[in-house]
């Protein structure tokens, strides 16, 4: 059994597999007379390949039972997928450079105010989060084309829970 540890999700460590979305550091227009602020360039949205589209979707997620088996991962060979939490939760990010290498596996802690854009053809796991009913806007591609990859692991795999409140 292999147990992955859990490291805090920053954009240096984040940045072979794609970017994290945050405002963190940034500094925003000030728009609407001055009621609102505006951060712009906070994500690089890849869907052109094969005449895709942007799509955007709102998406519900279900926390997993303790301890969080990692037997699934997946990769979109023709787009870019965003993933920004709404509930203000944190959740888990779990990616790898190669399936069947499982050094080559990272997890990450985000917070409710981060989310991630996996690069195309980045092997992530699908949505983690750590609370029910946790909403994510999700930014990604439509349009024809094979755009989901799916390897199903051999060996076990866990995360390491314990690690995340480090």
Known sequence: MTTLPIEPLTRPAFAPFGEVVETEGLTPLSINQGY???????ANIDV?????????????????????AIRLMERHPLGSQLFMPLSGGNWLVVVCTDPRTP??????AANGKQGVNYARNCWHHPLLVLEDASSFLVVDRKGG????EEYRL?????????????
Not at 48 to 68: C, D, L, T
Not at 154 to 166: F, K, T, V
């Open 36 to 42: 609102a602020a505006r951060y712009n360039g906070l």
């Open 48 to 68: 052109g390949a094969e005449g895709g589209h942007i799509n955007i979707s709102w998406f519900v997620a279900s926390a997993r039972p303790a301890p969080i």
């Open 145 to 148: 084309g094979d755009n989901l």
């Open 103 to 108: 050094s080559s596996y990272r997890a990450f």
């Open 154 to 166: 051999d060996e076990n795999m866990q995360l390491d829970l314990g690690s995340a409140a480090s």
